[in-house]
């Protein structure tokens, strides 16, 4: 049997919620565009979103540890792989759309610059007279300008639906800015979902990572409450260390938490709504997504922890004082010389203006390519 894309919308009507997302009432594409005979719009533009360059950059991008650090840690690529196998399974258990939650979490940090979350910093202060910079808008601009892989439209030309859950994307992290996609309606269901995975694996994937380095420990996390009941559920209340086994248990069953108390409480917030469509869900005063009251705190403690003892750890707080020298010395130096840039970036000056060309250069770069362009441009021995 051949499934057809009218087969998987058919399928989609079965087998989703009221509130879950069909492909086929999607709002279309801002550009006239035929659809695939064998995908739903939503699978189409996930696919999209994996062949553009902004994506596979992100294998070179920084999520904590800066990639020469070494290969076993986390990077952007490996981070948004990890938030849509967590955000299919939030929507699979739900009855959302799993294809558009998929596609909006992997694109979620096409926009991100090199070295983090210090990249973007430095970025924001450079362009605070020009625009500021916003890795969610910039992600948005990729999707829908700064790649260019169609003849006939600029972008991807992806679907209102995966545009507006990039545009809504919201964590404790990131502010949403939706003046163009309905700022009074909240974001559906799968964008809610998409946020959920995001804030889920930066919190269960940056303890491994940090635990894997060393720079926190079992003892450090003594009396954090949703340590101690991880630790108690396998047995391993009171270790001082952890193999590479037990540590992967660990993360194991804080994902399988934090994703049990996601969807009860989400089901929980549905009924109590009374939600029975898409818009019943975004209409209403408060996101139905999250956790409970009593995950929420002990989550909330367990991120205190990670932001006090490994984003603030002398060794990433000094990469983070590298990055930003690097991305404000290469910043002055462009917009000293214009003709340093390469031609394909020069010629967008004039349309773009020479401080956003600047910025999105530097934002695209990967943090290797940062690090050999600070090399070249001012290392007297390095060649140009």
């Not at 509130?19 to 565009?33: C, E, T």
């Not at 696919?47 to 991008?61: N, S």
């Not at 193999?243 to 089901?267: F, K, N, P, Y």
């Not at 991120?303 to 000094?318: G, Q, T």
Request: with cysteine.
């Amino acid at each position: 049997m051949i499934a057809t894309r009218e087969k998987l919308e058919k399928h989609e009507d079965q087998s989703l919620a009221p509130y879950g997302l069909r492909s086929k009432d999607s709002k279309g594409r801002q550009y006239p565009d035929h659809e695939p005979d064998y995908r739903t719009a939503f699978q189409r533009d996930r696919d999209r979103i994996l062949h553009t360059t902004a994506f596979r950059r992100l294998e070179y991008k920084t999520q904590v540890f800066i990639n020469y650090e070494g290969d076993y840690f986390r990077t952007r690529l490996t981070h948004s792989l990890e938030v849509a196998q967590i955000g299919r399974t939030l929507a699979k258990a739900l009855g959302a759309n799993e294809d558009l939650v998929e596609a909006i979490c992997l694109a979620h940090d096409l926009g991100h610059p090199p070295f983090g979350h210090s990249g973007e910093v430095v970025l924001n202060r450079l362009m605070k007279d020009h625009g500021g910079f916003d890795h969610n808008k910039q992600s948005f601009r990729i999707v829908t300008q700064l790649e260019q892989r169609y003849p006939d439209f600029p972008g991807l030309n992806l679907t209102w639906e995966v545009r507006e859950g990039i545009v809504k994307h919201e964590t404790e992290y990131d502010v949403s800015d939706a003046q163009d996609f309905n700022p009074d309606l909240r974001g559906h269901l799968e964008a809610q979902l998409a946020n959920v995975a995001d804030e889920l694996a930066y919190s269960a994937h940056d303890l491994d990572d940090g635990l894997r380095s060393g720079m926190i420990n079992p003892a450090m996390l003594s009396g954090i409450e949703l340590w101690e009941v991880l630790v108690e559920r396998l047995g391993l209340a009171g270790a001082l260390t952890l193999s590479d086994l037990q540590r992967h248990q660990l993360i194991r069953e804080l994902i399988g938490l934090l994703v049990t108390d996601a969807v009860q409480s989400a089901d929980r917030r549905i009924k109590e709504a009374k939600a029975r469509s898409v818009e019943d869900l975004q209409r209403l005063d408060h996101n139905v997504t999250g956790y409970s009251e009593d995950m929420h705190r002990r989550n909330r403690e367990l991120k205190d922890f990670l932001y006090a003892k490994l984003y603030r750890h002398y060794r990433v707080v000094r990469m983070a004082v590298k990055a930003e020298r690097i991305l404000a010395d290469l910043f002055s130096a462009y917009r000293a010389e214009p003709d340093m840039l390469p031609d394909s970036f020069r010629e967008l000056i004039e349309p773009r203006g020479l401080e956003r060309t600047i910025c999105d250069y530097l934002a695209g770069m990967t943090d290797r390519y940062a690090l050999q362009e600070y090399e070249r441009l001012f290392d007297p021995y390095t060649k140009p």
